[in-house]
């Protein structure tokens, strides 16, 4: 997988939200050059990050969250997903037992 370039994220979101240079510049309060700058970057700062996404209201930390899943991260996700089949089992089981025990009450 190639390594995502932030600043090319950052310019097609910006876009995306119909933004120029300056709009973004002021928002947050650094010049143009800056802005610039910033699209052109492979890596930035987290504080920068995290102002990016509140003024362009995206979240460009999900992008790389799953890369960094841990192992236990990974275990309940599937533990959950399991759950989650095993109610859909029960209540599959429970809507039968519904019907059977309706067409008893008409018979």
Do not use: H, W
């Not at 933004?19 to 700058?37: F, G, H, Q």
């Not at 052109?40 to 995290?50: A, F, H, N, Q, V």
């Amino acid at each position: 997988m190639a390594k995502p370039i932030i600043g090319k994220e950052i310019k097609d979101v910006v876009k995306l939200r119909k933004l120029t240079a300056d709009e973004l510049a002021s928002a947050l309060n650094v010049s143009k050059p800056n802005i610039y700058d910033i699209y052109k970057r492979s890596s930035i700062d987290t504080g920068l990050l995290e102002r990016l996404c509140k003024v362009l209201d995206y979240n460009f930390f999900s992008r790389y969250a799953a890369q960094y899943r841990t192992e236990k991260e990974i275990e309940l996700d599937n533990y959950q997903k399991e759950q989650i089949k095993s109610l859909e089992r029960q209540l599959k089981e429970k809507d039968e037992v519904y019907r059977v025990l309706l067409k008893q009450l008409d018979k």
